[in-house]
């Protein structure tokens, strides 16, 4: 019978090998009994023969034991098929204790990991709670502001910004208690990490109160209004910083701009006002701000060469250079092929939004209200029932502002002409005493 762990063909080959060793030894336990007892050989035919024969014998007993050593040896060396086995079960007790350590060695590294992530997590609390407990809320009417501790002067810019706030938005401006701003000032002077809170403004606590009352009018957290409002305007409404300045530039506009709608605005026709400052529904705004061949030529040349020459690999090229000729045609398909919202107004978001405070300004804390009420009505019908009055009243009323505010003209002292004429005779001989002018 043959038994072992092996497997299949392993356990062929030990059950052979043991047959064999068997064998052997069966037959050196026979030659030893035959050796030690020799009355079971043939008589022998005398008593010399057989005093030699039991010295031989004596010489038998002393080498039989090396023999049985020598069979044993032999029956307990590994023969080849149990060599290779071995090898085999070597090889996978090898492979077996690799993957060990290779598994010892990831739950190791998990571990690591996992205290990694706690204590990443533990810092991330202690910012948060650090952070949650180290703000401040300033309160100036229904305006809120969230900061985190500093010399900042905050609240006194808040106090100059908030009426011109209160007067802008009306009823409307409460909805600031509900959204506050989020000023993170930080110390300009030092190296020290930031304070950092998502969608705050960090401002360096040192700066001067007129800065941080601009900031804050220019960054006001009211509700967006709806998108035709935005686009007609050009942005959101928030308030002018300088009105004066901003009117002069308008009026600046309504004499240069390359359109007949603003200059006869300027000469004073109240329907070409409302063109100008983009109130009309007409289907076709080319033909409605720049009705002149002329104009169109001029947009085109000015605004829009680079764009022409040089898109779609200069396919429009052909057609600049024939708007360029005089081709009224070719001027007008191009500015058709602009994108949507790409042709240019003949005025400028500034005056729009001077348009939209003078609505404001007439109509009375509600006239924001009432101007975002009806996002689906025209613009001209809101900004009419924002101010109360009609379109055209408001526009004139617009106009005159803006012609009010034109620009101081700059008077030349008595001696200037002089001044000018003696600085024109010390360049020219100058230029006379150089190098340049004089024949070798």
Not at 54 to 74: C, D, K, S, V, Y
Not at 315 to 332: E, H, I, N, R, V
Request: proline fraction near 8%; glycine fraction near 8%; hydrophobic fraction near 40%.
């Amino acid at each position: 019978m043959c038994s072992g762990t092996f497997t299949r063909a392993s356990r062929g080959t030990s059950c052979s090998a043991g047959s064999r060793v068997n064998s052997r030894l069966g037959s050196a336990r026979k030659r030893a009994s035959l050796l030690e007892n020799p009355a079971g050989s043939p008589a022998l035919p005398s008593r010399g023969f057989s005093r030699g024969l039991g010295e031989h014998a004596a010489q038998r007993r002393l080498i039989t034991p090396w023999i049985l050593l020598l069979a044993l040896t032999a029956a307990t060396s590994p023969l080849p098929a149990q060599q290779r086995a071995g090898v085999r079960s070597d090889t996978v007790l090898t492979e077996g204790r690799a993957l060990e350590r290779l598994q010892a060695r990831a739950d190791s590294l998990l571990r690591e990991w996992r205290r990694a992530n706690a204590l990443a997590d533990m810092v991330d609390s202690l910012n948060h709670t650090r952070a949650a407990g180290g703000t401040d809320t300033i309160s100036v009417g229904a305006l809120r502001i969230v900061t985190n501790p500093s010399p900042a002067r905050l609240r006194e810019a808040a106090a100059r910004a908030w009426p011109v706030i209160d007067s802008l938005y009306g009823s409307e401006a409460q909805q600031l208690a509900q959204r506050p701003y989020l000023i993170a000032p930080y110390d300009p002077d030092t190296n020290s990490p930031k304070p950092m809170r998502r969608g705050a403004i960090q401002v360096p606590w040192d700066q001067d109160v007129a800065s941080l009352a601009m900031l804050l009018l220019t960054t006001v957290p009211i509700g967006r209004p709806d998108r035709a409002l935005q686009d007609w305007l050009g942005g959101s409404v928030l308030p002018i910083i300088h009105p004066v300045q901003a009117r002069a530039a308008v009026y600046v506009l309504l004499v240069t701009a390359p359109s007949q709608a603003a200059r006869s605005c300027f000469l004073g026709a109240i329907s070409d006002c409302r063109n100008a400052l983009a109130l009309g529904e007409s289907p076709d705004p080319l033909q409605q701000w720049y009705p002149s061949a002329g104009e169109r030529r001029a947009l085109v040349l000015r605004s829009f060469a680079e764009y022409f020459g040089y898109s779609d690999h200069g396919a429009g090229k052909p057609a600049l250079q024939s708007c360029g000729a005089g081709s009224d045609s070719a001027c007008t398909e191009l500015l058709r092929s602009l994108p949507p919202g790409a042709l240019p107004r003949p005025l400028t978001y500034d005056a729009r939004a001077a348009l939209v405070h003078i609505a404001l300004r007439r109509g009375g804390r509600e006239a924001y209200h009432r101007l975002v009420a009806t996002p689906g009505a025209p613009i001209a019908d809101r900004l009419a029932s924002a101010a109360g009055v009609s379109v055209d009243s408001l526009v004139a009323l617009w106009r005159s502002e803006i012609l009010a505010a034109r620009p101081a003209p700059v008077t030349l002292p008595p001696w200037g002409p002089w001044a000018a004429l003696g600085w024109t005779a010390v360049f020219a001989v100058c230029a006379l005493r150089s190098s340049r002018w004089r024949v070798s």
